[in-house]
């Protein structure tokens, strides 16, 4: 079973620094990692269309609709971090000549039902690709770099290394 401390302890290793037991240990580690970990998650999610991060629903509409323009608002799932399209249910995603707009957590428009596609935000590792989790502990590395090695150059190979595994997702994770 693989934990957010875990993806941080590989980070960590990759840094030459010392594991931690649990985000909420008193050591600079673990403070890092607790302070960065949910902020960098959300970044690496956002940042390609992860397979395993993806969810399908329906939106209920809101009491009230916008004040001009659209007639309808729908709120947005708590979990929904990156819109990926919007359909009326019918057409494939993103729907052609779909007339919406995203202000806020909430999506108007002048249909009456909506279908979302979007990236989640997913808390269980046990749930992410293998590559997913390898670039998520990629970033924290490159996040934590400078601040556990006070070394401009590593942090730069780190950032370097992140964008590589980056780079790898849309072959990998398509």
Known sequence: MTSAVDICNAAL?????NTIVSLTEDSVPARLCNQRYESVRDAVFRSHPWNSLIKRQQLGKNNAGPEYK???AFQLPPDC?????ISDGTAEWPAQDFDFQIEGRVVVTDEDDI????ISREEDPNQYDTLLRE???AKIAAELAYSITASNSVAATFIE???SKLA???FVDA
Request: hydrophobic share 40%; charged share 10%.
């Open 135 to 137: 670039t998520l502990s």
């Open 70 to 72: 659209y007639n309808f």
């Open 115 to 118: 279908f979302l596609k979007y």
């Open 13 to 17: 290793n990759t840094l030459g620094a």
């Open 168 to 170: 790898e997702a849309p």
């Open 81 to 85: 971090l990156r819109v990926l399209g």
């Open 161 to 163: 290394a992140y964008n």
